[in-house]
């Protein structure tokens, strides 16, 4: 196995009584990559980062961190693991410095190393003025940050976040984020999010689970693709029969709006704009309105969850 692949979760299934919350699941992660792993609620997001961080044990399946078995060698395998909660687990009537000494001893970091331990995690997390001030005087922000130098404070290979930003305002978000992407260029990070475009500014990698199952992995850049324009808004002042419009080269169908107003359904590598301003020139049409229309993640992602359930539901009937 490669020193760079950090996770590698292979055929995982979870079972409770009579239901499947996780479905077959299997993903790597490599260093230096942030993954941004979503779902609707009980989709089994949650379930998997448990078993991932050894908080739950899967019913059949295999989990190596950092070429670990997670089964068969668990204390060393969780080793290699930094987790912050949803909840940070926190002690509010210590001192941020007490606390990570703690933290570090909680590791089993070595004794002699645990002062530069502290320091290093207080750096790298922009914690260095606030080491002597107890914990719940601090912000939210700087509450965040605490919860994950505690998770790196033991210089872990993957580092798990689950929703790391929640609660934040939006300069303490930013913060975060960018803390985050720092992260990611030293380790393998698991980002476990319901804020879409925290997905986009920050990860390098998206999955998307649904009902146990993966419905959807693949890089950022490629989603981005996704969401090019597939479609245009044209307004007329003096429009022709819609047949004239679903005739122009290059689009594919013609819903019309209100106000004289059209959406033109392309294909996403092509770009008929120009064409059917010429043509709308050409034949007097009156244009005062092209507007390519871009989907969103949210789009995406509703439409990946939702036609999979669509899917499972045919299937079942």
């Known amino acids: 196995m490669s020193n760079d692949n950090l996770i590698s979760v292979e055929h995982l299934y979870r079972r409770y009584a009579g239901l499947v919350a996780v479905k077959d699941v299997s993903f790597e992660l490599q260093r230096g990559e942030v993954l941004g792993f979503l779902g609707p609620n009980g989709a089994g997001k949650t379930t998997t980062m448990q ?23 668990p204390r ?44 290093r995690a207080k750096q790298r997390c922009g914690l260095e003025q606030v080491g002597r001030r107890l914990i719940n005087n ?18 872990p290979a993957v580092v798990v976040l689950d929703e790391p930003t929640v609660g934040l305002d939006p300069i303490q978000i930013r913060e ?8 990611g260029e030293e380790h393998g990070v698991i980002l476990s ?23 959807f992995s693949d890089h950022v850049d490629n989603l981005d693709r996704r969401m090019q324009s597939s479609s245009l808004i044209l307004g007329l002042q003096q429009p022709p029969a819609q047949h004239i419009l679903e005739a122009l080269p290059g689009i594919n169908d013609v819903q019309a709006l ?19 301003a010429q043509q709308a020139v050409e034949q007097g049409w009156g244009l005062f309105e092209l507007t390519p229309e871009h989907k969103t993640l949210e789009q995406i992602f509703v439409e990946i969850t939702s036609s999979e359930q669509s ?3 045919i299937e079942a009937a």
């Open 258 to 276: 209100d106000n004289h107003r059209f959406r033109l359904l392309h294909a996403a590598e092509t770009n008929p704009a120009g064409a059917i």
């Open 193 to 215: 999010t319901h804020i879409l475009p925290e997905v986009q500014m920050t990860c390098d990698r998206v999955q998307i689970i649904n009902r146990g199952q993966l419905v």
């Open 76 to 119: 060393q395998a969780k080793g290699e693991i930094g987790y912050l909660p949803e909840q940070p687990p926190l002690y509010r009537e210590l001192t941020v410095d007490e606390y990570l000494r703690f933290c570090a001893r909680l590791n089993r970091l070595r004794r002699d190393t645990i002062t530069a331990a502290v320091d």
């Open 176 to 183: 975060i984020r960018e803390l985050i992407r720092e992260l």
């Open 51 to 73: 078993i991932i961080t050894g908080n739950l044990a899967p019913t059949s399946g295999r989990i190596l961190i950092n070429g670990l078995d997670l089964l068969d060698r």
């Open 138 to 155: 601090l912000s939210k922000g700087y509450q965040q940050r605490v919860g994950i130098a505690q998770a790196i404070i033991h210089s």
């Open 311 to 313: 899917d499972t539901e």
